[in-house]
Antibody
Framework: QVQLQESGPGLVKPSQTLSLTCTVSGGSISSGGYYWSWIRQHPGKGLEWIGYIYYSGSTYYNPSLKSRVTISVDTSKNQFSLKLSSVTAADTAVYYC???????????WGQGTMVTVSS | DIQMTQSPSSLSASVGDRVTITCRASQSISSYLNWYQQKPGKAPKLLIYAASSLQSGVPSRFSGSGSGTDFTLTISSLQPEDFATYYCQQSYSTPRFGPGTKVDIK
């Protein structure tokens, strides 16, 4: 079955760029038909959708984060990645990657990775 | 920007109870509404999509209804494994989740 696993630094300094990768196993991103999303959850809070990418490279970002977000895909590695620039403490959150059976209806999620923004 | 609200924000219930959670959108979203369940320290799990379609593998005690601006998630007979936080999500425009409803043991 398809599984997703986030990876990346757990600590990022303010003003730097947060970079995370999601590795997909059990299925191929390049087979199409699914959308690959990033979603985050601030500690003790609700969920915030960040954006998605299709295997072709087309993307859609949350307008509230659009100026700082880049999502990319590497089909040769079966991975997709998130970059969030100019981070502040407000970006401290658990970051999830997920597969969308439609653009934003996420049926399979990674376990999540906690990222803390602190000097 | 479509805002989502949920009620109640929390509820206490007993095993076997019928539980209903409401989600309201600030404008019509047709049937573009999903429900997720999240347990502490775990990723959310898709329960219902398109307002009333049961995701594969989800027990039939879960059901969803509604369209337009008002939606409900119903658990017909609460089981011990159902104690969790439930989120609605609109997928009509830029996706936004509701604030969540925590279901705990009475």
């Amino acid at each position: 079955q398809v599984q997703l696993q986030e990876s990346g630094p757990g600590l990022v300094k303010p003003s730097q760029t947060l970079s995370l990768t999601c590795t997909v196993s059990g299925g191929s991103i390049s087979s199409g038909g699914y959308y690959w999303s990033w979603i985050r959850q601030h500690p003790g809070k609700g969920l915030e959708w960040i954006g998605y990418i299709y295997y072709s490279g087309s993307t859609y970002y949350n307008p509230s984060l659009k100026s700082r977000v880049t999502i990319s895909v590497d089909t040769s590695k079966n991975q997709f990645s998130l970059k969030l620039s100019s981070v502040t403490a407000a970006d401290t959150a658990v970051y999830y990657c997920a597969r969308g059976m439609t653009t934003v209806t996420s049926d399979i999620w990674g376990q999540g990775t906690m990222v803390t923004v602190s000097s | 920007d479509i805002q989502m609200t949920q009620s109640p924000s929390s509820l206490s219930a007993s095993v076997g109870d019928r539980v209903t959670i409401t989600c309201r959108a600030s404008q019509s979203i047709s049937s573009y509404l999903n429900w997720y369940q999240q347990k502490p320290g775990k990723a959310p799990k898709l329960l219902i999509y398109a307002a009333s379609s049961l995701q594969s593998g989800v027990p039939s005690r879960f059901s969803g209804s509604g369209s337009g601006t008002d939606f409900t998630l119903t658990i017909s007979s609460l089981q011990p494994e159902d104690f969790a936080t439930y989120y609605c999500q609109q997928s009509y425009s830029t996706p936004r989740f509701g604030p969540g409803t925590k279901v705990d043991i009475k």
